[in-house]
């Protein structure tokens, strides 16, 4: 009888096992069908994160409102084309800052700055590799320095001694102010605020004045009335100011309710460029910047039209920027595109002679170039 109940106990034993073994099997088979699918969906995003992260660019703008930002939701409003190619705007402290962000900050690809804050960087030796490790990409435009105050107030010499607002601590606007105020040989109480606190407290008359860095007509600076007590002050240009600032004009178009039709003011401007790291050629970060290169230079005159920022109308790709190297992806562009514009005068060149029934084959080659010189400033000075 116990070999039996033994026996029978075996055998459920074994039943259980058996069944026990099925019933795993059709687990790790379930568990096998469910999991089937998520390789390809886990691939397909993961691909989609690469693409996104190889054709965005993130480029710093400073404050709010003033001309960097316009020019960085231009720049998205033109070339965004989804996840093809984006340009994403991150709104940077100042333009002082956004040299030292493009320098070490990961992420950021490109940044408006201030020609003369770059130089500010190396005259006082503040990133020791600055040459080596920035590089300019275009020149954007100049922005006009506004020197905004009350209606009692007719001139800059007036200011002195009075408080008058240079924007933020560490802004581009802070530093062209003080290098503006220094070639003027006016001391003046400085104080660092944004711009719209300084609008308010200019219009209570708890400030004499405030120094704006910004494109003309600055969205922000049109709002302002003269019937309101804000006058604009004109700034007389001098020579030893050449390479720091040049001299420039606003006028009743610019602002029509800051200054009367007919009249000028007189002021000065700084440079505004387009900087980026200098990546090795092989690397992601090259090739990023490289595809902004050719989307941007291209399509330049689409900047040019309304309702895009004015200063676009200011924009010459080619101008250089002594002392400082340029991206090289945007060097190799340019060339590109002189030898392309040079192989269309020619040949527009050898249509002009052909026209005449001038032949050029028998002439020395020094003659050929001569004529071909010629030819390109008869050109040059009817377009």
């Known amino acids: 009888m116990i070999a039996k109940l033994k026996a029978a106990s075996l055998s459920a034993a074994h039943g259980i096992g058996v069944a026990m073994l099925l019933l795993f099997g059709c687990a790790i088979e379930i568990a096998h069908a469910q999991q089937a699918p998520a390789a390809p969906v886990q691939n397909k995003t993961n691909a989609l994160v690469e693409k996104i992260n190889a054709n965005t660019l993130m480029v710093l703008t400073a404050g709010s409102g003033l001309t960097y930002g316009a020019f960085a939701a231009d720049l998205a409003t033109v070339l965004n084309d989804g996840d093809e190619f984006r340009i994403l705007p991150v709104q940077g402290h100042s333009a002082f800052q956004n040299v030292r962000d493009v320098r070490y900050l990961r992420g950021i690809d490109m940044g408006f700055v201030q020609s003369n804050v770059l130089g500010y960087y190396r005259r006082n030796n503040l990133i020791p590799d600055i040459s080596e490790k920035i590089a300019y990409l275009f020149k954007v435009a100049n922005l006009e320095i506004h020197v905004i105050t009350r209606s009692d107030i007719t001139s800059v010499e007036q200011l002195r001694g009075k408080k008058v607002n240079f924007n933020q601590a560490g802004s581009g606007t802070q530093l062209t102010a003080i290098d503006l105020f220094s070639f003027l040989g006016i001391k003046v109480d400085e104080v660092n605020m944004r711009q719209n606190d300084a609008f308010e407290m200019l219009k209570n008359g708890e400030i004499a004045a405030t120094v704006a860095l910004t494109g003309k007509p600055s969205r922000e600076i049109v709002k302002l009335k003269a019937k309101d007590g804000f006058r604009i002050l004109p700034i007389a240009f001098d020579k030893k100011m050449l390479g720091d600032f040049a001299p420039t004009s606003l006028t009743h178009d610019d602002y029509p309710d800051l200054i009367p039709a007919g009249q000028t003011v007189e002021t000065v401007a700084s440079g505004t460029i387009m900087i980026a790291y200098n990546w090795p050629k092989n690397s992601d970060h090259y090739r990023r910047l490289d595809k902004f290169v050719k989307a941007f230079f291209p399509r330049l005159e689409e900047f040019r039209k309304p309702p895009r920022h ?74």
């Open 310 to 383: 004015e200063k676009w109308n200011d924009t010459v790709l080619s101008t250089v920027l002594p002392g400082w190297k340029r991206f090289e992806g945007a060097e190799e562009w340019l060339k590109q595109s002189r030898d392309q514009d040079m192989h269309a005068r020619r040949d527009q060149f050898e249509q002009f002679l052909a026209s005449r029934n001038v032949s050029t084959r028998t002439l020395p080659e020094s003659d050929r170039n001569r004529l071909f010189e010629e030819f390109l400033k008869w050109s040059s000075s009817r377009f």
